[in-house]
């Protein structure tokens, strides 16, 4: 598998290979956005683009994963694992990351990748805190 930092060419694949993107055109403009700004990173095997991942250092300007999303044939292979643990690799610790309280795969996803629940938010989503999590 490769990871490297995701380009305008990869745009297409990176939006197919992302089930949201079908239907949000805000995650659309996300993506551009991070390729843009050098923050999207996707995962390749025999070439082909099977996941990606967002980072921001907005987070009280600390290393933030914002986003992970693997194409649906390739989940269960460690593409997600590999793009966390390159983003680890990257900044270091600490680092940090969220999902809703009703995700439980990303949950289980952050967890299996070293990350611990530090605290949450509510009212960003009704009825679903946000989770946030440090590693």
Known sequence: MQIRTANETDFSALVALDEY?????????????AIERGMCWCALIAGEVVGYRIDSSN??????????????AA????????????????????????????????????????????????GLDDGDPEVIYRA
């Not at 993107?21 to 956005?33: D, F, H, P």
């Not at 300007?61 to 649906?72: D, G, S």
């Open 21 to 33: 993107a079908q239907t949000s055109l805000a995650r659309i403009n996300e993506i551009r956005a």
């Open 59 to 72: 987070f009280f300007h600390r290393p933030f994963l914002e986003l992970v999303t693997v194409k649906w």
């Open 75 to 122: 989940r269960g292979t460690g593409v997600a694992s590999a793009l966390i643990a390159h983003f680890r690799e990257q900044h270091g610790a600490p680092v940090f990351s969220s999902c809703n309280a009703s995700n439980a795969p990303a949950q289980r996803m952050l967890v299996a990748a070293g990350f611990r629940i530090c605290g949450y938010i509510e």
